[in-house]
């Protein structure tokens, strides 16, 4: 079994890309319910960047947090 390394850090949204690969798509309704969550309660989560700033995981929360106007995430 081998090891990841995992770094936390804070990445600004506009040099992320979205993966085009992604099956999971979110309707807008799901972004608004996001959207409020992070507004109620802040992110609950660190999504998952690979070394080119593509998103992994947590594209609805980065679609969100840009929507809500904030410029970076975890």
Known sequence: MSTA???MFE??????TFDKQ???LHPEKNV??????LEEVGPAR???IDENGR???GNGTVLAA????????L
């Open 66 to 73: 840009q929507k809500n106007g904030l410029k970076k995430v």
């Open 5 to 7: 390394q995992v770094n």
């Open 32 to 37: 608004q319910m996001i959207q409020q969550s």
């Open 11 to 16: 990445a600004t949204i506009e040099d992320l």
């Open 22 to 24: 992604n099956a999971r």
């Open 55 to 57: 998103i992994l995981a």
């Open 46 to 48: 660190s999504g998952v």
